[in-house]
């Protein structure tokens, strides 16, 4: 359990950390440095990077949190059905951001379309927040069970 605990929690740092530096550090520098062009197509380098690991990190929660659910048996404490329901909703917003704007705003940025390209990059801004959010949400919900149920 605690090896899998552990990556499972690595996993949520590289994940929710990489995604609240994006949206609060990154994003306000560039707008304040790069103009338009070069901004849109900094984003797209960040994002081709950033969510190879964001991937992985999906992979890892899943497996990593289904199998410590499984140790318990059939008895898994309410405070893991909470975290299962938000972090499902996470990767299904995480999913719906790459099939949904990120491979689009790769292509019109490759093809100089710039109004078109900043519309997706203020989707994808929109819903990177909710996820920072949520895994805010999740990790603090997650603490606040262990310490009421142990
Ligand atoms: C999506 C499916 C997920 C499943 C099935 C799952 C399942 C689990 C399970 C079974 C544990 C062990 C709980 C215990 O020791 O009592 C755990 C621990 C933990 N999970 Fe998840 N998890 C998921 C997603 C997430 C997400 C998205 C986050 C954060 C954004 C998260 C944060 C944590 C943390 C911080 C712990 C450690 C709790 C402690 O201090 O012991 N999990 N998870």
Same mark, same amino acid.
């Given at each position: 359990m605690a090896l899998?605990? +552990? +990556?499972?929690?690595? $996993?949520?740092i590289i994940w929710v950390g990489g995604m609240f530096f994006a949206y609060m550090v990154l994003r306000p520098s560039a707008v304040q440095v790069l103009e338009p062009p070069l901004r849109l197509r900094l984003w797209v380098a960040v994002f081709s990077r950033f969510f190879v690991w964001v991937w992985a990190a999906v992979a890892l929660i899943l497996f990593t949190g289904l199998y410590m659910m499984h140790l318990y048996g059939g008895h898994t404490p309410i405070y893991v059905h909470i975290m299962l329901t938000l972090g499902v909703t996470m990767m299904a917003i995480f999913a719906h951001v790459y099939f949904a704007y990120f491979r689009k705003l790769r292509t019109?940025?490759?093809?100089e379309h710039w109004p078109e390209a900043g519309a997706l990059l203020g989707k #994808?801004?929109?819903?990177? *927040? #909710?996820?920072? #959010?949520? *895994? #805010? +949400?999740?990790?603090? $919900?997650?603490?606040? *069970?262990?310490l009421i149920t142990h």
């Open positions: 899998f605990k +552990l +990556l499972h929690i690595l $996993s949520v019109h940025v490759q093809a #994808i801004r929109t819903f990177v *927040g #909710i996820n920072v #959010i949520l *895994g #805010i +949400l999740t990790v603090c $919900s997650v603490e606040l *069970g262990v």
